[in-house]
Nanobody, 128 residues
Framework: QLQLVESGGGSVQAGGSLNLSCSYPASFYTGYCMGWFRQTSGNEREAVAIMSRDGRPERTKYAEAVKGRFTGSKDSAKQILYLQMSNLRPEDTGLYYC???????????????????WGQGTQVTVSS
């Protein structure tokens, strides 16, 4: 069974940092699309960082609102996906998910409906 498990959420003040992690199965094909999404109050789930199939950092796609503040990465040897978040803002508050798209080819998309497997989510709260 393909299970994604997030960790690392918490509460910080504006300007602070948090690091999220997402573990995925060791037997898993590492060339699938993976990414981080969030659901903030009153908004639909949105892509925050979408990693490319090969995990090259320069190919990671970010939401405009987090560019320069968030960094997504993937350690295929450890089977862990990371999201480093800095200079956090109150509007970053929400439930953060890692997700997986099991299609073996194609561009890694930002649309949440293209991702078939999701973690349980981890809460990030930023106070002003």
């Amino acid at each position: 069974q393909l299970q994604l498990v997030e960790s690392g959420g918490g509460s910080v003040q504006a300007g602070g940092s948090l690091n999220l992690s997402c573990s995925y199965p060791a037997s898993f094909y590492t060339g699938y699309c993976m990414g981080w999404f969030r659901q903030t109050s009153g908004n639909e789930r949105e892509a925050v960082a979408i990693m490319s199939r090969d995990g090259r950092p320069e190919r990671t796609k970010y939401a405009e609102a987090v560019k320069g503040r968030f960094t997504g990465s993937k350690d295929s040897a450890k089977q862990i996906l990371y999201l480093q978040m800095s200079n956090l803002r109150p509007e970053d508050t929400g439930l953060y998910y890692c997700a997986l798209n099991t299609r073996p080819f194609g561009v890694c998309e930002r649309r949440s409906e293209t991702y078939s497997h999701w973690g349980q989510g981890t809460q990030v709260t930023v106070s002003s």
